[in-house]
Every structure is written in C-alpha cells, then in structure tokens.
C-alpha cells in the first residue's frame, strides 16, 4: 500500500497534468515545478514520508492517551491543574514513556526511507557536483544509484558502514536515554 500511495502521489504532483497543479491554477495560482525544482522535490518528499507515517503515529498516541488512567486527571482537577498543566504533567511524560523506543525506530527507519525517495523523485532533480547525488538523495537512494547505476562497489560499501555505525551509536545513546527499559514503574 505504501508504494502505490507514493506512485499516486507522484501522479497527484506531476507539474503538467497532475491534480494538486489543476487545483492551484483555479484559484490563480501558477503551477509548481515540484520535481524540476529542488526545494519543491525536497517539499514534497517530507509531505509524503509525513503523509505516510502519519495514522501509526496518531493510532499510536491515542492508543497511550486511552491507556492513561482518568484517575489521574481527576486528582489533578481537584488539585486545581489547568488543562495545560496536566498536558505537561501527566499526558505528555506518559506519552513520550511509552512511544519513546517506537519513535527512535521511526528515526533509524526514516533515515534510511528509500523507497519514498526512489519511488516519487528517483533522487531528481539532478544537482551539478554533487557525484551522481541529486537534489533528494539521502544517504541510501545515494548508494544505490554509486552502486548500480556508476558502478562503484567500494565507495557504496564504505559509506554504508560509515551510515551504520552512525545510526547505531545515535540508537544505542537514545536507548540508554529513555526510562522505557527500566524496571521501575512510572507512576511512582
């Protein structure tokens, strides 16, 4: 599903014939290049991945908000909290307990989200001195085309254990950061 969301995506923003173009010309609003121009492309690759991830994340947190005992907000009623003060006080420490492994996952995954990149831009549009990156590469779509598409087996490989050490130590320090692991219990 998510492949084929990208592709429609990529159809949706197509600068000559695409929907979300059509639209903006009837409110007079000129045609954007979004795979022609490089802040556009960049746009709209985040819109996507955003587009993307977004029901897990809210199916996630609702799941934690429904899981918050309401005796807790009732004593911070009666305590005199404002709504503010028991977000900041109850719903979000819980919230950021229970997601914070899940949200590290996201970030190793998203930093190594290729197919949204090869699927909507194919790492376009082409960026002059940048050795065969283009204007939407991350680090793996990158690899991908030195490996398959200039042929160069060394640097990719370098790179991608340079990328692994990178997101494993930053997946190690957050991991050792959280309380998620902990034995001891939150509410006390």
């Known amino acids: 599903p998510g492949f084929i969301s990208i592709l429609m995506w990529s159809g949706f923003l197509n600068t000559s014939f695409g929907p979300v173009n059509q639209w903006l010309n009837k ?9 022609q121009n490089v802040f556009w492309a960049r746009l709209a690759v985040v819109l996507v991945n955003l587009w993307l991830g977004f029901p897990f994340s809210m199916a996630l947190v609702s799941g934690v908000l429904q899981g918050i005992p309401s005796e807790l907000y009732d004593a911070a009623k009666v ?4 709504p503010f003060q028991e977000f900041m006080h109850i719903s979000l420490p819980l919230i950021l307990y229970a997601v914070s492994p899940l949200l590290i996952m996201q970030f190793a995954n998203n930093f190594n989200n290729f197919g949204v990149v090869y699927l909507l831009t194919g790492g376009g549009p082409p960026v002059l001195g940048n050795r065969g990156a283009g204007g939407t590469d991350i680090l793996i779509s990158w690899i991908f085309k030195m490996t398959f598409d200039l042929m160069k087996y060394n640097y990719a490989s370098a790179i991608s254990l340079l990328i692994f050490l990178f997101i494993a130590t930053i997946s190690v320090f957050n991991f050792l950061q959280t309380r998620a692991f902990k034995e001891e219990d939150m509410m006390a």
């Open 27 to 35: 409110l007079g609003i000129a045609s954007i290049p979004w795979f």
């Open 79 to 82: 305590d005199g909290a404002t």
